[in-house]
């Protein structure tokens, strides 16, 4: 289904997706843990990296199942992972593309539904849980990493306004409650959550999606007018860096 919104994201993504590949902030975390757990001793498996990105998610688990399919809306990105993945002979990494609201899977087709960094770029995304429950399999997994809002109102404004100016493809954070309501309508049984802090140095995080200076120095305006209780909650340093908050669900049907 084609938006303005996903030319949008492919504009912003597509060009840059090797950056995303080597970014540290993708290819390292402690949710990889979960990942792990998740598919142990599952060699039959198959699993949907949605919202795939540079593949980070897929080569962690790929080894581990009989077939993953890293699903994007980039095609660049899409292309970065189909080369890294031949290069680590990960020959069964199939890539496709679409977007998280209209999956062209059949339903039940999957063990495990696996997305991380993903979701606050998705349109719709009580529409898009719906269909991850839909190709998911009775009985499977899934597991969701995103930036968290806070949900204080003041915090999470001063969030959404700093990442829409480094990201126009930027739809929303959710706060933990948004993310336990819309999995709940989805018909998703939320096992447990984490919460974690994620630490951003400015520089690069601007420079990997290439926000133009106008708007770098608009978002360094912006946390230099905030109030105390924003610049602390955020641990804004005098060079721009910050950390936010990384929400971690765990849940199946």
């Excluded at 949710?31 to 757990?37: H, P, Q, R, S, V």
């Excluded at 991850?132 to 597991?143: F, I, W, Y």
């Excluded at 959710?174 to 309501?181: G, I, K, T, V």
Aim: some cysteine; glycine content about 6%.
């Amino acid at each position: 289904m084609a938006t303005e919104h996903n030319a949008v994201v492919e504009r912003q993504f597509g060009e840059q997706a090797n950056a995303y590949l080597t970014s540290a902030v993708h290819s390292s975390g402690e949710e990889f843990a979960a990942l792990d757990e998740a598919v142990a001793g599952q060699p039959h498996a198959k699993a949907l990296d949605l919202g795939c990105g540079a593949g980070h998610v897929s080569f962690r688990i790929a080894a581990q199942l009989a077939e993953v399919v890293a699903y994007d809306l980039s095609q660049s990105m899409l292309a970065t992972v189909q080369s890294a993945a031949a290069d680590r002979g990960l020959s069964n990494i199939r890539v496709q593309q679409g977007v998280a609201e209209y999956l062209p899977f059949d339903d039940a087709s999957f063990d495990f539904v696996f997305s991380r960094y993903s979701a606050h770029h998705w349109q719709d995304l009580g529409r898009a849980l719906r269909e991850v429950n839909r190709v998911l399999k009775p009985g499977g997994k899934v597991v969701f990493v995103d930036v968290m809002s806070p949900g204080v109102p003041q915090l999470d404004t001063y969030l959404q306004a700093a990442e829409l100016l480094r990201d126009t493809s930027h739809v929303r954070d959710y706060s933990a409650a948004e993310w336990l309501q819309e999995m709940s309508q989805a018909g998703l049984q939320v096992e447990r959550q984490r919460r974690q802090r994620l630490r951003l140095e400015f520089a690069s995080w601007v420079e990997r999606m290439r926000t133009p200076a106008p708007l770098q120095q608009a978002i360094r305006m912006l946390q230099q007018a905030m109030g105390d209780e924003v610049r602390h909650y955020f641990e804004i340093t005098a060079d721009g860096s910050f950390s936010t908050d990384v929400i971690v669900l765990w849940g199946g049907r």
